[in-house]
């Protein structure tokens, strides 16, 4: 089967970060469903995983976490998809990644694809609505109070994949009021139109403009990009007994300075559940069943920003530098295979 991978962690400016390969088609087993791959998507991980994973001498890995497609084989212990079932889902950190013909996936991590949406437009969604829904409802849980504070949830990086559906999800299934970050006037506008009641401007520092509102302090603060840089801000704006989350990888991070006002501090890695195969690791699945259904219903849309085309290494190249230029709006998506 075609797919694409690499041998060596290289900069994606270099030709071999990323090559056209040809890999054995995979075997279901247990509750796995074997996937023909129509479209992926493409995360932040992505190009992490790219940098600093390397194979083992001589093999091949392959890249990719968001995938919409079709079963076209099923484990002995499968229950709950037949053959032909149209799905997405965002898979699991210790397998095959989906930037491949064929995929290999636990089915309690999978979702029954929209019906009125596209195989791109779906390929958008599943890694960045788990990461946001577990967030938002598992970790921080921001349906609860905080006491004497109006309920308020500030995003910090709002243009970005995980944040366009974070603002939707508050927004439909809240009555949080939600402040976003941009900086650009497009980055902006995409914001205001996921949802976001205020916007702020991340280039600048965050506590005074956040006091400006008529919000007052938020009780919840969901940063998904440079928290390291944001910290000192964060902890200035957030209310006393708030809540705070975060989803990056800062280089260090000082938890002390939360003491002073009691903040609790959430982690979120949507591969929990699967890489240590949880009680509860079928939420996931549940969870993007529940997400299907919101945007059949309209009430939240896909998150895709750029479709680059076909899934081959040139394409994946161009869309590991996109991310990492900070420039992505949205998410970016490619879909189908070379003739």
Do not use: C
């Not at 939420?283 to 945007?295: A, F, K, P, T, W």
């Amino acid at each position: 089967m075609r797919a694409v991978g690499y041998q060596t962690p290289l900069p994606i400016d270099n030709p071999a970060s990323l090559q056209d390969i040809d890999l054995p088609k995979p075997v279901p087993s247990g509750r796995d469903l074997l996937v023909e791959i129509r479209a992926v998507s493409v995360n932040p991980v992505d190009t992490k995983v790219r940098r600093s994973a390397a194979p083992d001498a001589g093999q091949w890995r392959v890249l990719g976490w968001d995938a919409a497609g079709i079963v076209v084989g099923t484990g002995p212990e499968v229950a709950d998809f037949a053959i032909g079932d149209e799905v997405f889902y965002a898979g699991a950190l210790d397998r095959p990644g989906t930037d491949a013909e064929f995929h290999l996936v636990d089915e309690r991590i999978v979702g029954r694809k929209p019906r009125s949406l596209n195989w791109a437009e779906a390929a958008a969604l599943p890694l960045t609505a788990i990461t946001a829904w577990e967030m938002l409802f598992d970790r921080l849980d921001i349906r609860r109070s905080v006491p004497g504070v109006k309920p308020a949830v500030l995003i910090i990086g709002g243009a970005g994949g995980v944040s366009s559906i974070a603002i939707q999800l508050a927004r439909v299934l809240t009555d949080v009021t939600v402040i976003a970050t941009a900086s650009r006037p497009e980055t902006r506008d995409w914001v205001k139109s996921l949802g976001a009641h205020h916007v702020v401007d991340h280039s600048r520092p965050l506590a005074a403009q956040v006091a400006a509102l008529p919000t007052g302090a938020p009780g919840f603060v969901f940063s998904t990009t440079q928290t390291d840089r944001h910290m000192p801000e964060i902890i200035a704006l957030i209310a006393p007994q708030g809540h705070f989350g975060l989803i990056d990888d800062p280089a260090a991070l000082d938890a002390l300075p939360l003491k002073k006002k009691s903040l609790s501090l959430h982690w979120e890695l949507m591969f929990t559940r699967p890489l240590f195969g949880t009680a509860d690791m079928g939420r996931q699945g549940e969870i993007l069943n529940d997400v299907s259904r919101l945007v059949d219903d309209g009430r939240i849309r896909t998150t895709l920003g750029r479709n680059l085309g076909l899934i081959t290494a040139a394409n994946l190249r161009q869309s590991h530098a996109l991310i990492e230029s900070g420039q992505a709006k949205g998410k970016i998506v490619l879909e189908g295979f070379p003739g």
